[in-house]
């Protein structure tokens, strides 16, 4: 009772040699093309003139050297606000 008394489907067709061939030749193709296109030429960008950056605060007084710098400081001192916001500007904008 388990056997079913239908014909079996019918067998699934091959792939024609033509489909795999055309596969392979657009491969090496885009390979090749790829291999010997020159790479384009890096862009340097100019920094903006000073004058169009935002204002800059004040910068506070430089500590002396020796002096440990406060709690939770990850920049371990000898940075003014002068350094950090000439840092901030070489970060690249969004």
Not at 71 to 84: F, P, R, V
Request: without cysteine; glycine residues 8%; proline residues 21%.
């Amino acid at each position: 009772m388990s056997e079913s008394h239908e014909p079996a489907p019918p067998p699934e067709p091959q792939t024609p040699m033509w489909l795999p061939a055309v596969g392979a030749a657009l491969f090496i193709t885009v390979g090749l093309w790829w291999a010997v296109t020159p790479k384009p030429p890096k862009v340097e960008e100019e920094p903006p003139p000073a004058a169009s950056a935002a204002p800059q605060p004040a910068a506070s007084a430089p500590r002396p050297a020796g002096t440990p710098s406060p709690a939770g400081s990850a920049l371990g001192g000898g940075m003014d606000n002068a350094a950090l916001q000439r840092l901030l500007e070489q970060l690249p904008k969004k």
